[in-house]
């Protein structure tokens, strides 16, 4: 009679016990999962650039903010066209500020570019800005533009 009262006290505990430490493993275990899986970046740096173009299969028709997320260094500048039924649109993007943009220009070369060819046309008009700020990628642009239908991505290096 001892034993089974002894018993009904000490085997309830354990339960409870272990299903607090199953909680605390599940609870751990879900953030440990959740933080993983965010992995790096595909860009870390701009010499990293082309796995965009390997990786392409990764974005083609999903928004373009899909594949803005993968580049770690800022986006300095960009030119877009909107393209019309004869031709593609796209957003050329580089890792240069203006200035340097402008120094490669006037060599009759461009800096390292990433192109993103988009679904459809888009509107591009930036005459409400001033002329250091032309070609600047802001935040605001990446939220007008993010939702833009990746169709393919080429990158050149700088020439």
Known sequence: MEVNLILQIIVPKKIIVMKQIFKIFTIISLFATNSFCHGQQIVQNPSEAKKLELNKHQFIGKPLK????????????????????????????????????????????????????????????RSNRTKDNLLNWTKEDEEKYGNLIVEGVKVYNEN
Request: no cysteine.
């Open 66 to 125: 899909t594949l803005l997320k993968e580049i770690g260094p800022k986006i300095e500048t960009s030119l877009g066209r909107p393209g019309s039924t004869e031709r593609a649109s796209f957003i050329n993007f580089y890792f240069a500020p203006k200035k340097e943009y402008d120094k490669y220009r006037s060599q009759n070369k461009f800096p390292l570019t990433i192109k993103v060819y988009l679904k459809g046309t888009f509107e591009w008009d």
